[in-house]
Every structure is written in C-alpha cells, then in structure tokens.
C-alpha cells in the first residue's frame, strides 16, 4: 500500500494513489514516483532532503520540497 494521497480541496478528501519514493542518505535525495490513474497523473521527482532542526516524538527527521524554503 503506497502512502501517497490525492488531495481534493473542493470535497476536501484523500485517495490513496500508486507509488513509492526512495530516500538515499548518500546523496540527500529523496525520489519519489506517483502513478494516480483516476486523475491520469503519472511522474517522478527527485528533491533535496534537508535536515530538520527540531526533533522529538512525532517530528519529522527530514523535509523534502519542490519549493525553495530560504
């Protein structure tokens, strides 16, 4: 079962779509592919992995983003 999900902002609902993603501590990446055949979205992407700063309980250990964060 993939952990990616569609987000429909009008029903405000999430669909579970077909995928995956890697993540390689080597070179910071995370690469990550959805095939969503009920919204004929099929891509790839490989993002930088950035550290977070904060930790603890139910904190993510790293953030990935399309977006420049700076």
Do not use: R
């Amino acid at each position: 079962m993939s952990w990616i999900q569609h987000y429909d902002p009008l029903t405000k609902t999430k669909l579970v779509v077909g995928g995956f993603s890697i993540y390689s501590p080597e070179t910071k990446e995370l690469h990550v592919e959805i095939e969503d055949l009920a919204n004929n979205t099929k891509d790839s992407w490989t993002l930088d992995v950035h550290l977070c700063k904060s930790i603890g309980v139910n904190k993510p250990v790293f953030i990935a983003t399309n977006v420049d964060l700076n």
